[in-house]
């Protein structure tokens, strides 16, 4: 348990600068508004077919570490390509590499969590937040240093490379010849062909409809730097992690003891989400998206737990890593594919406020066909 809450950890000191600086990165090279969420939406593309790939890989054949160290080095060398050969075609194909590897790496560590909980989604949870704990330590260490520049893509490349070598390290060499589970799996005896419930069906496309409203904040960034001239991203990225890791904790302890459903979650989450875009969208300044930032608690921390349990009792036991993988990729990565590219759109035509408020819209969608169909999940 231990190894796997450091392999959290660690895997935010590269991925928060993924997730906050990739569109910095386009916009640098002096890319359009809709050339970016065309890059955003590629990365989304092959970040579907990532997990599931991988996941199906895990679950055959283990080898577990490998996978995950080897994810984060293409990572890596992807940025490198995209700040050294500068033409369209380049940037935007490792942009989708960096979606694969990215999306991958999460999908992995999730079902790498649960399985080691061994289903206690309170144990998952802690070790889950340890991942939070991460993203908020190296998020202010980053802004204490005032690292990167926002404008040098040199910069940005030498802290993606620097901050990936703990997990690289925790990957290639775990202390006392550790290695990582999940191992093979032998196959059920006596249990059906069929590898998820239907439910898990619909649960997809519920989820995938609530995701769709986070693509706007992945432009959080730039509505910084574009809209207020703020660059502390790196402090708005720390009040959003800070808030989830409580709620993630605590969300975890109420499903548990059987206080909240996994569904109460879900609802819960994406009413959350619309909160968060009408404070982008109403309340232009600093202090807007700082509370906008604090929803994360509920719009990923009840969110999180929630999914991975719903993967653990719709899923079965010798699929969880392909479980998780079509979670990831279809549930969360599909609509946000989409989410990126016409995100991009709304605010070329119609500025970031009307995006804003869009995404709200479609998460309000959400949380009303979670309620309509809240029977299907009953015995969840």
């Not at 990532?50 to 080897?70: I, K, S």
């Not at 009840?302 to 979670?327: C, E, H, T, W, Y």
């Amino acid at each position: 348990m231990m190894t796997v809450s450091a392999l959290f950890f660690f895997s935010q000191a590269c991925f928060v600068v993924v997730s906050l600086y990739m569109q910095v990165l386009l916009k640098n090279l002096h890319y359009s508004y809709a050339m970016i969420g065309l890059g955003m939406a590629l990365m989304e593309l092959l970040g579907m077919v990532g997990p599931v790939l991988t996941g199906a890989f895990v679950d055959r054949h283990g080898h577990m570490r490998q996978v995950l160290g080897g994810l984060m080095v293409a990572l890596g060398v992807s940025v490198l390509l995209i700040v050294h050969l500068p033409l369209y075609a380049v940037p935007l194909a490792a942009c989708g590499v960096v979606g694969f590897c990215n999306k991958s790496q999460v999908s992995l560590q999730d079902a790498l969590g649960m399985d080691v909980a061994q289903g206690d989604v309170d144990r998952y949870s802690r070790m889950r937040a340890m991942g939070t704990l991460g993203a908020t330590f190296f998020s202010l260490l980053y802004e204490l240093v005032h690292l990167p520049d926002v404008s040098d893509n040199h910069s940005i490349l030498r802290l993606i490379l620097v901050s990936s070598t703990p997990y690289l390290v925790l990957c290639f060499f775990p202390h006392h010849g550790q290695a990582m589970v999940p191992a093979v799996r032998p196959a059920a005896q006596g249990k059906e062909s069929r590898w998820c419930d239907r439910s898990f069906v619909l649960c997809l496309v519920l989820v995938a409809m609530g995701r769709l409203a986070m693509a706007g904040v992945q432009y959080m960034p730039l509505y910084m730097v574009d809209v207020l001239g703020d660059d502390r991203i790196m402090l708005m990225y720390a009040c959003a992690t800070m808030s989830e890791f409580a709620a993630m904790l605590l969300a975890g302890r109420l499903i548990n003891q059987h206080i909240l459903s996994p569904l109460a979650c879900m609802v819960i989450s994406s009413l959350a989400v619309v909160l968060r875009m009408l404070l982008y969208a109403m309340v232009p300044s600093v202090l807007g998206v700082a509370l906008a930032q604090c929803t994360h608690s509920f719009c990923f921390g009840f969110f999180q737990p929630a999914i991975v349990l719903f993967v653990r009792q719709l899923v079965s036991p010798n699929d969880q890593a392909k479980g998780m993988g079509f979670m990831q990729s279809i549930g969360t990565g599909l609509m946000t594919m989409v989410g990126n590219l016409f995100c991009g759109f709304l605010v070329d035509f119609y500025g970031y406020r009307a995006m804003f408020l869009s995404c709200g819209a479609v998460a309000l969608a959400s949380a009303v066909l979670f309620c309509v169909f809240r029977r299907r999940f009953s015995t969840t």
